[in-house]
């Protein structure tokens, strides 16, 4: 149990597409859900007299953020393989706890971690859970299932066959995974597997995975980087593609392969697109390109959401709001690019009606940035308070300057 809470700002956002509230203040209850959101002079008088006060008069409050593709077992460094080859158990988990905290200071409160190792996702996202951990809700895929020495086989999600993926997908709904996460194409972190463009799983096979997925109720999240993959994660109806980047040859070679009828299929299934870029979209060779196969997708109605492959080479766990600049230099508005971060990445993982949204019954996950995210996309990059299912979070930045009062006391 929390204490009851009420954070109070200049300006908040229930939602990116709605109209800001001024003056506006967030009840929070002990359980950690959010009780009443309105005008201070609405909300306030709704408190218990002892209620704990966060006021941030020139700060804008608006819903945590959700990040749709990390790997807390990665440690973005050169090779985060050979570093987790090298790493034991225990301090792994220490390693991803510390992770956990870096989302939190850059204002993410649910992040869905697409592939570690020994189920020690699931173990941190529990005792963030129970309270003795500190860090956003995680949502946990476990090992990506992958074939014999294909992409990230050391995670240890190998299959060989349709009883090996059912056995390996009841394995993993046993111990309590969120999501399937299957590696479809090849990708870059495994010599000697399928090169990236190349299909690891057909689409028969990839069925198999589907079916296996459905029948204990979870998800399917597909890694596939080449064209050919994409097609056979349409046709076997997994719910969201990971990278999507439309390869068919060796990435220098720049060369891509954007079949329309392919993108309408993905749009009519109401299947969500994560990119999974960091922020090294910024020294990217081929930005226009990028741009260019995004523009596409937004033509064709794509619903694409934000994800950062944080852990991977270059991709670190504290600068989601730079990851999200890209969109905004697509063209995508504040407004747009921030819902791909809130509503629209929640609804992608299936938590649309718990976060995304400041709502009363939603999670209490919200954050306070410096500056109007709707007018400067970068006021992401300022977060100075974060409530983490009603928990409270001072990111480093934000030390010496909080505003607390706490009433009563
Ligand atoms: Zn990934």
Known sequence: MNKELIVTAGRVLAAPDGAPLHDGAVLVATDGTISAIGTQAEVVQLASPDVDRWDFPDKTVLPGLVNCHIHLAFDASADPAATLRNTDDVALLAA??????????????????????????????????AGTAAGPRILTAGAPLTVVGGHCWFLGGEVTGDASIRAAVADHAAYGVDVIKVMVSGGHM???????????????????????????????????????????????????????????GHPA??????????????????????????????????????????????????????????????????????????YARAGWSPARVLAMATTEAAAAIGLA????????????????VDGDPLADLDALGRVRFVLARGRVHLPPAASGSQQHAAAGG
């Open 190 to 248: 495994t010599p000697g597997g399928a090169a990236m463009w190349e299909p690891q799983f057909d689409a028969r096979q990839l069925e198999v995975v589907v079916d296996a997925a459905r029948e204990v109720g979870l998800p399917v999240a597909a890694h596939a980087h080449g064209t050919d993959s994409i097609i056979a994660c349409v046709e076997a109806g997994v719910d969201t593609i990971e990278h999507c980047t439309w390869l068919v």
């Open 253 to 326: 070679e720049g060369r891509y392969g954007t079949p329309d009828h392919v993108a309408e299929m993905i749009a009519a299934a109401g299947i969500y697109v994560c990119p999974a870029r960091s922020s090294n979209w910024e020294t990217f060779k081929r930005l226009d390109s990028l741009l260019d196969r995004l523009a596409w997708m937004d033509r064709h109605g794509l619903k694409v959401v934000a994800g950062t492959d944080a852990g991977v080479t270059g991709s670190f766990f504290d600068d989601f709001a730079r990851s999200l600049g890209l």
């Open 96 to 129: 991803m706890t510390e992770r956990a905290g870096q989302l939190l200071d850059a204002g993410i409160t649910t992040a869905r971690d697409l592939g570690d190792r020994g189920g020690l996702a699931a173990q941190l996202r529990n005792a963030i859970g």
């Open 353 to 368: 009606d718990s976060i995304g949204q400041l709502k009363p019954g939603f999670s209490a996950d919200l954050i306070a």
